[in-house]
């Protein structure tokens, strides 16, 4: 268990709709990672905030957002959802955000969109 | 092309196997890279992290970096079944690790 706590675990939605899905990172972590895996792409970084900022940017599309709270959770919204945004989505935390800081990943939220 | 190419596999070796991960990427700027291990439905986690050019051992675990090359390795002895996993490569240009691109995975299966 790496201490990183993603909900919901699966998610079936239609086309057009708006999903969220949550992290709750790891005690006492700062930096929040969101990342997309699907059979075509892999693992693609997609957003990472920072002790409630965001930090840095990946291959976010424009539908999606995330945001991190003062409790330091973090939710990524999806909107206008498409068949292509079904994959696995893993939000990932660590301390901080250096070198040699380690990154948990949680288990993911596995998203059909159909 | 991809910014980061991993050989495709699958690897099926026996139990006891030394097992060779490859990964090549184009950017030089790449100065971090890492190794993932990833169980079916299970996120990834850390197996080595690396920085420039050199070796690192971890037990039986190995993690090669050839910059000149733009090559990076995994070698895994004496494998055990509990090392069947997809095993991804990732890289990253600054100290922030969690903005790293990452290779498609190779999976890997030990046979008792």
């Known amino acids: 268990d790496s201490g990183v706590t993603q909900t919901p675990k699966h998610l079936i939605t239609a086309t057009g709709q708006r999903v969220t899905l949550r992290c709750s990172p790891r005690s006492g972590d700062l930096s929040v990672y969101w990342y997309q895996q699907s059979l075509d792409q892999g693992l693609q970084f997609l957003i990472q905030y920072y002790n409630g900022e965001e930090r840095a940017k990946g291959n976010i599309l424009e539908r999606f957002s995330a945001q991190q709270f003062p409790d330091l959770h973090s939710e990524l919204n999806l909107s206008s959802l498409e068949l292509g945004d079904s994959a696995l989505y893993f939000c990932?935390?660590?301390?901080?955000?250096?070198?040699?800081?380690?990154?948990?990943f949680g288990e993911g939220s596995w998203l059909t969109v159909v | 092309q991809k910014e980061v190419e991993q050989d495709p596999g699958p690897l099926s070796v026996p139990e006891g196997a030394i097992v060779s991960l490859n990964c090549t990427y184009s950017?030089?700027?790449?100065?971090?890279f890492m190794w993932y291990r990833q169980y079916s439905r299970k996120g990834p986690e850390l197996l080595m992290y690396t920085y420039s050019s050199g070796n690192k051992e971890d037990g039986r675990f190995t993690a090669q970096v050839d910059k000149s090359s733009k090559y990076i390795s995994l070698f895994i002895r004496d494998s055990q079944p509990s090392d069947s996993a997809t095993y991804l490569c990732?890289?990253?240009?600054?100290?922030?690790?969690?903005?790293?691109?990452f290779g498609d995975g190779t999976t890997l299966t030990v046979k008792p």
């Open positions: 990932a935390s660590s301390l901080l955000d250096t070198a040699g800081n380690t990154i948990y």
């Open positions: 990732a890289m990253s240009r600054n100290t922030n690790a969690g903005k790293s691109t």
């Open positions: 950017n030089s700027a790449f100065q971090y």
